[in-house]
Every structure is written in C-alpha cells, then in structure tokens.
T-cell receptor, first 113, second 115 residues
C-alpha cells in the first residue's frame, strides 16, 4: 500500500514535443504529490506539487494532472527541450508520515534536438 | 537564500568502518529528512528530525542513526559499514506548517563508496 508505481522507465521525445510520465498509488491516505527533477551528480529538485483537492496544476511548461478516483497522477512537459533531459521522480506522502516521501522508481527522459 | 549543503560530497570507506555525514538545512527550515538513493532500490526514506527529535524512521537497520542539533543541522551515522551501504545519501529540509513538513528541498548528496 505504500508503493508509488511510475511509468515509463525511460522516455525519448523530440524537441518541442510533449513528455508524459505517469504514476499510480494505492494508499488513499496520500494527500501530497510532488514531482522532482534530478540531473546526474545533483540532488532532486522540486518541480511542482499538487494536493488532491485540485485536478490540475500548471507552472510554466510543467503540468500535473490528478485523477483521485483512479489514484493516478501524471506530469506533462510541454514544448520539451534538450535541457529537460533528466530523471524525473513522482512521490507521495500523507499526514502522519512526517517527512517521509514515497518515491516512484524514476523516469529517464531524453529530449532529442 | 543558500540551499541545503551536505558534507563531505564524496567518501570512500572500508567494510566495518563507520561514517558520519553532515547536513545544513536552508535557513529557517527546522525539518530534516535523510534518504538513501541506489540504482536498484531508488530513493528510500531513512529518518526525519524536527526540533532535535526523530519523528519518523524508515525500514533500515539500527546501524543507521542520526541526530539533529539546536541550529537544525543534522548528522547521520552508519556503523559497521557493508558493501551494500554504497549509495548516494541525500538530505532534504523543509518548513513545518501545523506540525507537518511539505515541500522538501534536497542537497547535492554525499556519495559513499564502501570497499
């Protein structure tokens, strides 16, 4: 029940295209869903996060879509750029988990010029 | 504002030794969480500290321990190192609102290699 399942493991997108990464969870107590971006040799950087009271949140080229009934959420990267090439992690947490983010296994995104 | 800093950035240790890693959170952040990142297991939660108290602990053996100081800086210690402890150890800090931490900001990590 504590897992967050992320897909795909890797993704190749052309420059200017849309990158879509999906995550699914089982624990209905989760109420905070962040996405992180990690470049080689760096720590994960917080990109965008959503709470289950909204179905979509947009920040620049990054959008989270959230489907509470399906227990799924996804990250859309519009107009993907080579500089977006990185590993992306979804995560989830719930009240009482105190600082414990449950992470997906990651998606390695490669944006081709 | 300065980000989360971790020292050292790289460490090479021998099996059986112990190691201490340090983390300085973003100014004003009082919650510090530690994670282990490996290619096989991904990012796994070790423990979280707030106001010098461990509030939560992940599923790791007792060889992994930590503490937090009054200035919110944190250290983690791994005793009797095993080859499988080779990993990137990440520290993340966050503000706490109504007793709960939300946005976690990660440091660059300490790359530990056990030989």
């Amino acid at each position: 029940q504590q897992q967050v399942k992320q897909s795909p493991q890797s993704l190749i997108v052309q420059k200017g295209g849309i990158s879509i990464i999906n995550c699914a969870y089982e624990n209905t107590a989760f109420d905070y869903f962040p996405w992180y971006q990690q470049f080689p040799g760096k720590g994960p950087a917080l990109l965008i996060a959503i709470r289950p009271d909204v179905s979509e949140k947009k920040e620049g080229r990054f959008t989270i879509s959230f489907n509470k009934s399906a227990k799924q959420f996804s990250l859309h990267i519009m107009d993907s750029q080579p500089g977006d090439s990185a590993t992306y992690f979804c995560a989830a947490s719930n009240l009482g988990s105190q600082g414990n983010l449950i992470f997906g296994k990651g998606t390695k995104l490669s944006v081709k010029p | 504002k300065a980000g989360v800093t971790q020292t050292p950035r790289y460490l090479i240790k021998t099996r059986g030794q112990q190691v201490t890693l340090s983390c300085s959170p973003i100014s004003g952040h009082r919650s510090v969480s530690w994670y282990q990142q490996t290619p096989g297991q991904g990012l796994q939660f070790l423990f979280e500290y707030f106001s010098e108290t461990q509030r939560n602990k992940g599923n790791f053996p007792g060889r992994f321990s930590g503490r937090q100081f009054s200035n919110s800086r944190s250290e983690m210690n791994v005793s009797t190192l095993e080859l499988g402890d080779s990993a990137l150890y990440l520290c993340a800090s966050s503000l706490v609102r109504q007793g709960r931490s939300y946005e976690q900001y990660f440091g660059p990590g300490t790359r530990l290699t056990v030989t």
